[in-house]
């Protein structure tokens, strides 16, 4: 319980955020179309970033409370300052790193089969899986299953 409102703030910090994010969104989509609202396909994502909004808002002023903001900030502060020294975390963003890596750039520049086979190599390798060898035979395993499974037996182009 006594941590509730500390996660409530932080959460409703981060979902204020994305919300206008969409809002955003939404807006640039509008634009773009250059439909009337009610027949843009900015509509319903307009709706749900502003109903996301007013209620992470309501969960924001329910959070800060009698304490205050002040108090709020300063336990998000101390709570992510905590996350950011734990050692989980290092692994958490390297793993991120390495899936943004895989998405942005290698499917981009090579062979689907080609980029998996290196991102899973990468993943296996950086997690300590296992020995060189078996990390090898396990990626290629797994990127000649799912290459198979989906190319040649379900006939699905992949990317």
Do not use: C
């Amino acid at each position: 319980m006594g941590n509730e409102p500390k996660l409530n703030f932080i959460s409703s910090t981060v979902l204020s955020i994305l919300s206008i994010a969409i809002l955003a969104g939404s807006v640039s989509i509008y634009v773009a179309s250059g439909e009337p609202l009610h027949a843009s396909p900015a509509l319903v994502p307009g709706m749900l970033g502003g109903v996301l909004l007013a209620s992470s808002l309501l969960l924001l002023r329910q959070s800060v409370g009698r304490d205050g903001l002040r108090a709020r900030v300063s336990e998000a502060q101390a709570w992510l300052v905590g996350v950011a020294r734990h050692p989980d975390t290092r692994t958490m963003v390297i793993g991120l790193l390495l899936m943004a890596i895989y998405t942005f750039v290698l499917i981009q520049l090579l062979q689907f089969w080609v980029a998996s086979l290196i991102f899973t190599v990468a993943v296996l390798a950086f997690l300590r899986a296992a020995r060189w060898y078996s990390v090898l035979v396990i990626a290629g395993a797994t990127v000649g299953g799912i290459v198979v499974l989906f190319s040649v037996i379900f006939n699905i182009p992949l990317p």
